[in-house]
């Protein structure tokens, strides 16, 4: 099946309600303008100059641009001119940097938090209870708008072992959303991989993230927590 296809395909068997994102590590400029074309308007990216790249060949105002690979400080002020979106504010530290640029460059930022459901060691993103004090604290940055909650999950054999944790994350996220602080609108929530979207949509996922079913299988293997900048 071509890319164009199986967006097609994807899309009939989602429910509408739902945003797909497509994951586009390792994918060239010409497989994402493809999803594009094919109705795609979210593209995710692991890193800061890879994103550089296929933004600079497939243009900024083709499609919604949102960072979904762990973002360093040093790499703010670049990734705010590549992306709409940042889904993976983890720490304090980085909301300070991020808050710090837009102030500078006069722009309000939609962020989502990366939560650790599995509270896996190696993993960034803040544990399920230190989010809703961060939420909280991020009211002191008036330049950054929390929009939701992003989780990765663990790697699981079963997507359904990862049942517990997107339901976990998807209560943080309503209860957050019920308490309707004006600097965090929760409008998001970012769950749910080639092998799990069918779980995370049933948990209450807004935005599935999907690389594989999407694209096909990578050529080369990236290691997810690699980092090279
Ligand atoms: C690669 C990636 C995905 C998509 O993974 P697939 O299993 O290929 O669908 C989703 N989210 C993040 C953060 C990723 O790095």
């Known amino acids: 099946m071509t890319i164009s296809e199986t967006v097609l395909q994807l899309r ?36 800061v100059q890879e994103a550089a790249s296929i933004i ?25 001119e590549l992306f709409d979106v940042i889904e993976t504010l983890d720490s304090l530290r980085l909301a300070v940097a991020l808050d710090k640029q837009c102030r500078k460059i006069g722009r309000t930022l939609s962020v989502l938090v990366e939560v650790n459901a599995a509270r896996e060691s190696e993993k960034s993103g803040l544990l399920p209870a230190e989010v809703e004090p961060f939420v909280h604290e991020m009211g002191r940055f008036p330049r950054l708008r929390i929009d939701g909650l992003m989780t990765m999950g663990p790697l699981v054999e ?72």
């Open 12 to 47: 009939r068997e989602i429910p509408a309600h739902v945003q797909i994102l497509a994951a586009a590590k390792t994918r060239s400029a010409v497989e994402v303008r493809e999803a594009i074309e094919a109705g795609i308007g979210i593209i995710g990216e692991n890193y």
């Open 56 to 80: 600079g060949e497939v243009g900024r105002g083709a499609a919604e641009w949102h960072l979904i690979g762990h973002l360093q400080r040093n790499k703010v002020k670049q990734a705010l």
């Open 158 to 229: 079963n997507p359904e072992a990862l049942r517990p944790y997107f339901a976990e994350v998807r209560g943080l996220y309503d209860r957050l959303k019920r308490l309707r602080l004006p600097h965090a609108p929760m409008k998001w929530l970012s769950m749910g991989m080639s092998d799990s979207y069918p779980v995370a949509i049933e948990e209450g996922a807004t935005t599935v993230r999907l690389g594989t079913v999407l694209f096909g299988p990578r050529k080369e293997t990236m290691d997810e927590d690699r980092d090279p900048e």
